[in-house]
């Protein structure tokens, strides 16, 4: 678990790099682009950015391939209003717990459909 300043500092990292994508990032293949996690290492030297991108799977490579083009911009722009030395190099990576999560719950709903089928289906008479 991290400390609290490094708490503090994914969360800072988070908001600023959501700022800067909407503000100022003018790369069409990054919109509908959502920053849900910061995991920088405990030394600053790398930040994991983890996105949620709305689309396909092509859209999450071409959105992904947008941001790595864009992580050294990016990174200067997070210099100019963050004083973290060192200021962590950016890897962009597409976060799956959303997927992962969507297909645990349609996996639930099938099991509480067949339950229901059962509980339904036809009653022997003796």
């Not at 290492?41 to 092509?58: C, E, I, M, T």
């Not at 959303?98 to 289906?121: A, F």
């Amino acid at each position: 678990m991290p400390s609290r300043r490094m708490s503090r500092v994914q969360s800072l990292l988070r908001a600023e790099i959501s700022e800067v994508l909407q503000r100022k990032l003018k790369d069409p293949r990054v919109n509908m682009v959502t920053i849900t996690r910061v995991e920088a290492d405990s030394d600053l030297q790398h930040a994991r950015v983890f996105v949620s991108v709305l689309g396909d799977a092509d859209h999450h490579r071409t959105a992904l391939a947008g941001l790595r083009s864009a992580a050294g911009f990016i990174r200067a722009e997070l210099m100019h209003v963050l004083h973290l030395r060192p200021m962590p190099s950016l890897d962009f990576r597409l976060d799956e717990s959303l997927t992962l999560g969507e297909h645990t719950l349609d996996i639930l709903d099938r099991i509480r459909h067949e339950q229901q089928k059962s509980d339904n289906g036809p009653q022997s008479s003796g």
